[in-house]
């Protein structure tokens, strides 16, 4: 069953770092590329980067750069997601997702995600 | 950077209407890479549509999208209860970098 199983939530103070991970399982790991896209409350949604599994080359919204890295372990079919320097407005919560590689048909298996919280 | 716009921000209908959503995008986009998405509170973001037209497993057919060059549109034909949640368009605009709408809340 293809699926994608994230970490629990965390509780984080002001300019500490989170990361969150992402396991996939039921297809083929290098096959896709893997998002991270998150929600804070109220807000919509916003697309924070990609990694290729493949190799593991990035790219990151500029609103990030410099603050996230997105790794990946191909031996366990895992990507993480590391966000530094927090801040109240980083509450949110975070989904990994996965796109082909070969065509966009669109993020088609989400996480169930991950509620981040940054509080004194 | 390509900037999507959704509209109206808030819909308001009835089960058993018709829903009309609107995603304009600040350039040309490839309508092969736009998308549409369903969220609901405490749920995972769940694909619709893709390539602008194409419904993904599973999708209902009441749902459809179309458009192209800088004009998106998703309808859903008769609006079931399960059907009110927030839609966000999405596209991918190249080099690796993809961006949202702002979102449209279907609301009774």
């Known amino acids: 069953q293809v699926q994608l199983v994230q970490s629990g939530a965390e509780v984080n103070k002001p300019g500490a770092s989170v990361r969150v991970s992402c396991q996939a399982y039921?297809?083929?790991?290098?096959?896709?590329?893997m998002h991270w896209v998150r929600q804070a409350p109220g807000q919509g949604l916003e697309w924070m980067g990609v990694?290729?599994?493949?190799?593991?080359?990035?790219n990151y919204a500029h609103k990030f750069q410099g603050r996230v890295t997105m790794t990946r372990d191909t031996s366990t079919s895992t990507v993480y997601m590391e966000l530094s320097t927090l801040r109240s407005e980083d509450t949110a919560v975070y989904y990994c997702?996965?796109?082909?590689?070969?065509?966009?048909?669109?993020?088609?298996?989400w996480g169930q995600g991950t509620t981040v919280t940054v509080s004194s | 950077e390509i900037v999507l716009t959704q509209s109206p921000g808030t819909l308001s209908l009835s089960p058993g209407e018709r829903a009309t959503l609107s995603c304009r995008a600040s350039q040309s986009v490839n309508s092969k890479l736009l998308a549409w998405y369903q969220k609901k509170p405490g749920q995972a973001p769940r694909l619709l549509i893709y390539?602008?037209?194409g419904r993904a497993t599973g999708i209902p057919d009441r749902f459809s999208g179309s458009g192209s060059g800088t004009d998106f549109t998703l309808i859903i034909s008769r609006l079931e209860p399960e059907d009110f949640a927030v839609y966000y368009c999405?596209?991918?605009?190249?080099?690796?970098?993809?961006?949202f709408g702002q979102g449209t809340r279907v609301e009774i």
């Open positions: 990694i290729n599994p493949t190799g593991g080359s990035t």
């Open positions: 039921g297809y083929t790991f290098t096959d896709y590329y």
């Open positions: 999405q596209q991918y605009g190249g080099s690796l970098s993809w961006t």
């Open positions: 997702a996965r796109s082909s590689k070969t065509y966009y048909f669109g993020m088609d298996v």
């Open positions: 390539g602008a037209s």
